[in-house]
């Protein structure tokens, strides 16, 4: 390889951030935009674009992108449009990802997304240090010392955006002797075999159809029912939800049963799955010539292992605050797919979308804000509004702000009303907002109610108290019209007059 | 790769709750209910605010606070949140963390078909709530 420049020697810095996957790069761009200066990004890796050059399996995203829209491409509301490219304060680092899509589909292929992912780290300039592979974490007195491959790193926080890849293996008996999916391999090498998957969520749907012109028979199993309702309204289900159709029309090769794993035997050069009911009574034998564990995955958090990271998911994710900083382990934070272990306000189950790039990226602008303000003290002047400006604003962001309409019931544009005057506080955790105390304000969300329609939601603190005000919906979606209109002024009469 | 340790299935076995279902049944539910872990201090139910769903402790201590005043303590096999769940009506007390709070969650629209799906787990729920009724009742005298 060419001598190439190899930007942020180990030294002290304010923030490091670790990893170079759309988690890491839009961390990375928007600590730089929000004023830190002694920022250090470090990569294992020898290019951008993390999981995407190797994951998923099957080569095509399930987020959508839509080249054509109603509005412009470089626009704000566009992002909503496009859940595949990285944010930009400029025009021309915003929706990077239709230029790359041959439009064969709506989402794009991994290529395109890694081409993409390329293009804005040339295009927005930032470096990153290739080929440094975080070693350990440990805290020093001022902050975090990370170890690395090239040196040590001193800083006062770290954004640890590692991703979500590594297998995560269940307690099965046997369960080393099969494949995870990670190591799935080509789909040619399951040509006129019979294939065993466990699990039943996106990875172990992912696998079947895709192996569905290849093997001779697949059985998906895993303990839970899978979520048909769920499904029905997830993006998995024109292309994940053939192996199930196949097996609830009936017939012979395709198989999807609840049942909880018992061990895992090797038998004649294949494998013996023995698996016990849960939704139905017995037990039962699979056999097949390959068995591949699709069991989902985890934040590879060995490097932190001396921080003590709180976790959930069984271990898999990192637990986190509403700014993603680790609930054990101060100064610790996270980006990219792992801000999923941070749940917010959750109400009526339903969570935010921080498993993908497109509500994660939103995650990072926020966190960067929050890390500039609260850990390095760069403050920024809060937008000065007028009192007619106040209904205007945020019944157009509850009709349209891509952050309140994809990260629903996390992330709220929030505007204070203090004693020098109405300030626009940008967009905001809801749980932060709701839980701490502050001057009078408002945060305006959009929310999945518990009947599953989705409505804007306001949250108003007056006299150090918060209220909710769930709105009605609209079948149009249009929260900006006359009927909002009035509810809103007369929810915000308090703080308005 | 090692084995997780202390995985879900293993603390909702210790937990009476789930004291009747079989090891394959109780690998289901593990499945089907997510698990949350929140700081001492943390928020886990808002008084007054909608939305929530049953909360069961698996490690750690969450206060009930109504008001501003602390009524109660929970701990291990404790649960909560079930009743504005099932009402639809918010929660009437905030419910803090006192410790670091991990907790088995069923999210609000989901628990009805969750106890139908286990009548024993709701059973040993009924009781439970009985327990509580009698006690607030001789409170009253």
């Known amino acids: 390889m060419a001598a190439v420049e190899r930007p942020y020697p180990p030294g002290d810095y304010d923030v490091v951030v670790v990893g170079s996957g759309p988690g890491g790069l839009q961390s990375a761009y928007c600590l730089t935009r929000a004023g830190v200066e002694h920022l250090a990004v470090i990569s294992r890796d020898d290019e951008p674009a993390g999981m995407f050059r190797r994951f998923p399996v099957f080569q095509r995203l399930i987020s959508w992108t839509k080249p054509q829209a109603p509005v412009e491409r470089e626009s704000r509301e566009y992002e909503w449009y496009d859940h595949n490219s990285l944010l930009g304060d400029e025009p021309g680092h915003r929706g990077l990802m239709p230029m790359f899509m041959d439009r064969s589909f709506d989402v794009p292929a991994r290529e395109e997304m890694e081409a993409a992912l390329r293009a804005y780290v040339d295009r927005t300039t930032l470096r990153i240090r290739y080929g440094c592979t975080l070693e350990c974490v440990r805290r020093a007195a001022d902050g975090l010392v990370l170890e690395t491959s090239d040196g040590d790193y001193r800083c006062k926080v770290a954004v640890f955006a590692l991703g979500v890849t590594e297998a995560w293996l269940p307690a099965i008996p046997g369960v080393e002797a099969a494949r995870h999916y ?316 | 790769m090692p084995a997780e340790t202390t995985n879900v299935v293993e603390s909702l076995a210790q937990l009476t709750l789930f004291a009747d279902l079989t090891q394959p049944r109780l690998e289901e539910v593990a499945h089907t209910v997510g698990e949350e872990v929140f700081a001492e201090g943390q928020r886990v139910l808002r008084q007054g605010m909608s939305g929530g769903g049953l909360f069961i402790i698996l490690d750690g201590e969450a206060e009930i606070v109504i008001d501003g005043d602390r009524r109660a303590r929970l701990g291990r096999g404790d649960f909560f949140g079930e009743i504005a769940a099932l009402t639809g009506d918010s929660p ?31 059973f040993r729920m009924l009781k439970a709530e009985a327990r509580r009724l009698r006690a607030a009742n001789e409170w009253q005298r």
Not at chain 1, 452 to 466: A, D, E, F, N, T
């Open chain 2, 92 to 122: 009437t007390a905030d419910v803090v963390a006192a410790t670091m709070l991990r907790c088995a969650t069923v999210s609000g629209p989901e628990l009805e078909g969750f106890l139908l799906e286990h009548p024993s787990v709701m």
């Open chain 1, 182 to 497: 990670v190591d799935t391999g080509r789909p040619a090498d399951y040509d006129g075999k019979r294939v065993v998957i466990i699990g039943k969520r996106n990875s172990g749907f992912e696998l079947a159809q895709g192996l569905l012109p290849w093997a001779r028979e697949i059985a998906l199993v895993s303990p839970r029912p899978v979520e048909t309702a769920v499904l029905a309204h997830s993006a998995l289900r024109v292309r994940y939800l053939q192996p199930y159709d196949e097996y609830v029309r009936g017939g012979f090769g395709t198989y999807v049963v609840d049942a909880a794993i018992e061990r895992i035997e090797r038998v004649n050069g294949g494998f013996r799955v023995h698996a016990a009911g849960t939704t139905w009574p017995g037990k039962l034998e699979l056999d097949g010539d390959e068995v591949i564990v699709a069991t989902g995955f985890r934040t590879p958090l060995e490097p932190l292992a001396e921080l003590d990271v709180a976790t959930v998911a069984d271990g898999r994710i990192p637990a986190q605050t509403p700014f993603w900083e680790s609930i054990s382990a101060p100064g610790v934070f996270f980006a990219g797919n792992a801000t999923q272990g941070a749940r917010g306000m959750a109400k009526h189950g339903a969570a935010a979308n921080s498993t993908s790039v497109n509500g994660f990226r939103y995650n990072a602008r926020v966190l960067a804000g929050h890390i500039a303000e609260e850990h390095l003290g760069i403050r920024h002047e809060r937008p000065r509004l007028e009192r007619d400006e106040v209904l205007p604003l945020v019944l157009a962001e509850l009709a349209r702000a891509p952050e309140l309409w994809i990260q629903k019931g996390y992330l709220g544009r929030a505007l204070s009303f203090g004693s020098d005057g109405i300030r626009d506080e940008g967009i905001v955790p809801l749980a932060r907002f709701v839980d701490d105390a502050g001057p009078d304000a408002v945060a305006a969300s959009v929310e999945t109610g518990a009947d599953g329609k989705i409505v804007p939601v306001l949250y108003v603190r007056s006299g150090g108290r918060v209220d909710e005000h769930v709105l009605a919906p609209h079948p149009l979606h249009e929260f900006d019209g006359a009927d909002h209109r009035a509810e809103l002024e007369g929810r915000l009469k308090p703080l308005l007059s």
